[in-house]
Every structure is written in C-alpha cells, then in structure tokens.
C-alpha cells in the first residue's frame, strides 16, 4: 500500500457520446478533507465512484494507497467507506440491521459487526433510532444513518456525496458537525457539494469541477482573491429616493460600482472595490437633498456569488484559462 | 465507530477465503429472507400463483395419468417458487438504490450472484413443499422411487431457474425484468410439456421444447418419482440440466459487477 490515499491520474468517462470527466488529476493526502464542488451534472459523482472502484474508467486511473482502485476494486473497497448521493440504506430494515449486515458484509465478525454498528450510532447520535426501520426515518435522519453505513466498518477513507443535499438548515448542520468530528479522527475524506459555504467550512483545498473539467485546485479562500470581486455594500435610506434623483445618482457613483445587486427604493446592494470612496459620495448626494443613510453593511462577496462568477469565467474561454494544478493564477479573472 | 484494534481483525485475514466469501453470500441471503419473504411479487408469483396451477393440473390428472400431471406440478411450482426471489431481492434493491451499498462494498460478482440465487434455490425449495401437500392431498400418496436422483435434480433446478432470474434482474432494469421473466415462464411452462404433455404438441414444436431446460426438468422429476420419462432419458436430463446451470452461473458472475457498474 504505497502511495497517497487517492491519486486521480488523467480520469476519462464517457457514457456513450457523453464525456462525464474529462482528463481529471487531482490527489488527496493522508488525513486531508477535500471538497469536491460543481453544479449539477458537473461529474462529481462519476469520480467519486470511480474513487470508490464502483466505475470502469474510459481511460486514466484511480490509484487508492496505490493500488489500482478498478483493477484491484476489492482491497480498495474494504478501506473505502462512501455514503451515496441518494438515501441508500435497506429500507425494510431497521437502522441497527442495516449497520450490523453492512459490518458483516465488510467482514466482521456477527460480534464485531454489532459491536461496530452501536459504536457508530452513539457517534452519529442515532441512538433513539436503532429500532426504527429505515424507510420510516425522516430524510435527515436518513441521511444521519446513510453516513452511518459509510463508517461502519472504520474505512481510512471517507467519501460523502453530496451529505446535506436537500435537507433543512438544522438538519444540515448536524451533518456538518458531525463531519466536524470525523475530522479529528485523522482519516481521508472526500466531500461532494454544490454549496460553497460548506465546502469553505468544511475544507482546507478544493477542486472545482465544471463539465467535467477541473476547473480550480486549491484552497477555497483564494478564490475570492483571484477574482477580486471587491466589497459587498448594503446601504439603507430614510425613505424611497425619488426616481428622476436616483437616476442621476446612479450616473454619479456608476464608476464606483462594479455590480449591482439588488435596488429597490429605500435599498442598495452593490459590488465595489472602493466601498469607502462609494459612500463619500452616496452620503453627499443624498445628504444635499434632503435624505439621510440608516444604516451600513459592508461585507466580503459571499461564496455563492465568488462561486457563479468563476463558472461564468469557466464558461467563458476567452476570459479565462483553465488552470494546472496547485497554485490558481488570476489570468483573465476580474 | 470500531477500534483501530478491530480493523486488524477483519474475518477476512483469519478464516479462509472461501469460508469468508460463503458467509457474506449467506449474510446477504439472510438479509433478504427477512426483508423479502413477504413481497408482494414473491408471494404471488411464489405462491399463489402456482397455487393455482397446481389446483388445475390436478383436474387433468384423470385424463392425463398421475406421472404426467404429477411431475408437472412439482416443475411448475419450482419455476415459479424459484424465480419470484430475484424480481424483488435485486431489482427492489435497484430501485431503491439500496443495491449501491452492495455495489461499494468489498464483494466479487461470484459473492453477488450466489447471495441472490441462494434466496431462489430456498423458495424453490418451498415450491417443491408447497407440490409436494398438494400431490399427497390429491393423490392421497407420494411415490419417489429414486430419492437421490430425485434431490439432485430438484436442487439442480432450483439453481438454475433462480439463477435464470438473477441474470436477468441484474443485467435488466426492473421493468424489462417483469416483461422478460413473465415471458420465460409462460414459454418454459408451456414448452416444457407442463400444461400440455409434450407428446400432445404439433410436431415441429415438440423439436422447440428442445432447446427449453424446463423440459429436461420436468423429464428428469419425472424419471425420479416414477421411474419413467416422455422425451429425454434421466442421464442426459440430468447432464442438459447441469451444464445450463454451470453456464449461467458463469455468465452470472461475470456480467453482475459489470452490470451494476457503468
Ligand atoms: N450511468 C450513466 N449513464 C449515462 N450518463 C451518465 C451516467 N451517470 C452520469 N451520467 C452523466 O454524466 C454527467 C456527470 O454526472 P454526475 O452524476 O457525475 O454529475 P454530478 O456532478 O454528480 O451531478 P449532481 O450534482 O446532479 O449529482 C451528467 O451529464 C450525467 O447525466
Ligand atoms: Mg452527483
């Protein structure tokens, strides 16, 4: 078992005509959480799967502690644990069942399956639901047990789709912390999303994959930096500003603002580089007749617009260039 | 979560690989007894359907003779019995997506395929139960004049038509897999000489029935309860019956990985 965790080598999927991945290399080092983002169809999961050894690569490789994750699927399925995209569990059985078959089946002992599956009940906080049968839990709960039969047999590598697709705030939250808890452990762990706040809280270095290209490697936070999409300022008034006055204050900050977002009245958002300069003028303007500011937010971009922004670049390929691996450059960006 | 200590101490590194293998097919078979055994599909078509039949293959029983009629009814049963399992245990589970969790987990397409025949091989066994009250209600008695010829075969068909059904759950989507498991079995009912003997049929379709394992089945129950066959001598329904069985499950094993993986 020599090698990193997870080695991607030049990935390539097709589905008949469809190219799902698209010459994909990326790696995962020992104990690191590595998020996986991309809009729907993005080919998340076909890696996923091809990580787990659930897909025959078109062309390309999958190397899991170095051995081949196709060829070689069922060593590599043993200390792989994946939680599928979709509720997945046996739905006729109760949550305990489902995790002592899933032990065994993984090949423990009848006594170390069961041994195995309250150990990890007590950690994913599942124990007033042992004896309920899966297709009945509610769908948080569903995927609290789905995770469950992810990490029962104690894989060193952990691999979520998508976790917290669908389900409410709280639910989605719990998930998070308890991945939280996961981390500590020490073990490899590979997340899918499509929302960029979880993956930011979550991870340390991201792949972002747009029609099955690598889009950006690297760490999340440099994205912001990258496209440099300046401040979000949120600017309250005293009352609706008149329209024949707004239109000329538009005319008048219009070189301060690089996006605006929202304007309804007695409200302005807006992207700026130079928030301070911004408000020096909007203060004057509306001061000389006769309105007054409220109230003031400034903020950075949030995730999901840094998010939309880079796949409109990805889209683009005149203003932008798909970047190699490790250090993103701003080439085309801003 | 278990202990690094338990990690070491998977089965897999202390029992011998065949034993470890065995015993997650028997697991899974266990699992699906408990969730299954009472489907829908699994009841119809494994029980009451042949039911049915067998109430009205005992009507022709007088018209008939007992060694034509009886082994029917123990063939049909089996078919049935034995192919009702894979049409819930494999394709419920592709519908549900519980299949995945089979699919990530560390098993070869032998460990799939011979979970999911095994859940076929017992309701055929029940089947042949279910027959064998039937007969003893009917007839009022029970001759089996070869006993381990009679098992052998028995067993030997329960695989196969499981297997035949596993084969096809697996590699079918689940609609395809209703439609094409209906059609083998009406087609090996009727050209295995099971509602209409065999003899009885035009003469070009009696060479059809030929290419039917049903008929070499149906043969060979025959052979072990009475000591007589229609159309093929025991020995070579008992080798026919064998070597589609060895195929299938070669074919079986091979495609199942393959087929759940894109
Ligand atoms: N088994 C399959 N057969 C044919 N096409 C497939 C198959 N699986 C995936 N695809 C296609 O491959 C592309 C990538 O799919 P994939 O499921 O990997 O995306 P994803 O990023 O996981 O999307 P989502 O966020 O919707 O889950 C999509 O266009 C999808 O339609
Ligand atoms: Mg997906």
Redesign the interface.
């Known amino acids: 078992m020599d090698g990193p965790p997870i080695l991607v080598d030049h990935l390539l999927k097709k589905y008949g005509r469809l190219i799902a991945v698209k010459h994909l290399s990326f790696k995962a080092g020992e104990g690191e959480i590595l998020g996986i983002l991309g809009p729907n169809g993005a080919g998340k999961t076909t890696t996923l799967r091809a990580i787990a050894g659930a897909l025959k690569p078109t062309m390309g490789r999958v190397l899991v502690y170095g051995m081949n994750s196709y060829k070689e699927s069922s060593r590599v399925k043993r200390i792989i644990g994946v939680m599928p995209e979709v509720p997945s569990l046996f739905p006729e059985l109760t949550v305990r069942e489902n995790l002592e078959f899933l032990g065994k089946v993984y090949g423990l002992s009848r006594l170390e399956a069961r041994k195995a599956a309250e150990q990890t009940i007590d950690l994913m906080g599942l124990t007033d639901y042992v004896e309920v049968r899966y297709g009945h839990l509610s769908k948080g709960l569903k995927r609290r047990a789905d995770m469950s039969g992810a990490l029962v047999h104690d894989p060193r590598i952990i691999v979520l789709d998508e976790p917290t697709a669908g389900l409410d705030v709280f639910s989605a939250s719990r998930l998070r912390s308890i991945i939280r808890e996961l981390m500590k452990t020490g073990k490899t762990i590979i997340i899918s999303s499509h929302y960029i706040d979880e993956i930011m809280e979550l991870s340390k270095r991201v792949v972002i994959l747009y029609k099955g290209t690598k889009v950006y490697e690297g760490e999340p936070r440099r994205l912001r930096d990258i496209l440099d999409l300046g401040k979000r300022v949120k600017v309250v008034f005293d009352r609706e500003l008149d329209e024949s006055f707004w239109s000329a204050l538009k005319d008048k900050i219009s070189s301060y603002i690089d996006d605006t977002l929202l304007f309804t009245g007695d409200y302005l958002e807006v992207y700026t580089k130079d928030p301070l300069h911004l408000l020096d003028v909007l203060k004057e303007s509306l001061e000389g007749n006769g309105y007054s500011i409220v109230d003031i937010d400034i903020l950075p971009p949030s995730w999901e617009d840094v998010f939309k922004r880079y796949m409109i670049e990805a889209r683009d390929p005149t203003g932008f260039t798909f970047k190699s691996e490790g250090k993103p450059c701003s080439c085309g960006a801003g | 979560?278990?202990?690094?200590d338990?990690?070491s101490?998977?089965?897999?590194n202390l029992a011998p690989a065949g034993l470890?293998r065995l015993?997650?097919s028997i697991?899974?078979f266990v699992?699906d007894l408990?969730?299954?055994y009472l489907k829908a599909p699994v009841l119809s078509w494994g029980f009451l359907f042949p039911i049915a039949i067998i109430v009205l293959l005992t009507m022709t029983v007088k018209s008939f003779g007992e060694s034509v009629m009886v082994p029917a009814m123990y063939s049909v049963s089996l078919l049935f019995a034995s192919t009702s399992m894979a049409q819930v245990s494999v394709s419920f589970?592709k519908m549900?997506?519980?299949i995945?969790?089979?699919?990530?987990?560390?098993?070869?397409g032998f460990d799939l395929v011979t979970s999911k025949t095994l859940g076929g091989v017992f309701y055929g066994l029940i089947g042949v139960f279910v027959a064998t009250v039937s007969v003893f209600l009917f007839t009022g008695h029970l001759i089996v004049l070869h006993i381990i010829y009679f098992t052998v075969s028995i067993i030997l068909a329960s695989l196969l038509y499981s297997l035949l059904s596993v084969l096809i759950a697996l590699t079918m989507d689940p609609l395809k897999t209703v439609a094409i498991l209906n059609i083998a079995r009406f087609s090996m009912i009727f050209f295995g000489g099971m509602v209409i003997p065999q003899v009885l049929l035009p003469h070009w379709m009696q060479e059809l029935t030929l290419a039917f394992a049903s008929l070499y089945i149906t043969d060979s129950i025959r052979y072990g309860m009475y000591n007589t066959w229609e159309t093929v001598d025991p020995y070579t329904s008992l080798i026919v019956t064998l070597i589609v069985t060895v195929t299938l499950y070669f074919v079986a094993y091979r495609t199942a990985l393959?087929a759940?993986?894109?």
């Not at chain 2, 979560?1 to 690094?4: A, L, S, V």
């Open positions: 979560m278990i202990p690094q338990l990690h101490n998977l089965r897999g470890v015993s997650r697991t899974i699992k408990k969730q299954y589970e549900n997506g519980s995945h969790r089979l699919v990530y987990a560390p098993l070869t393959k759940l993986t894109p």
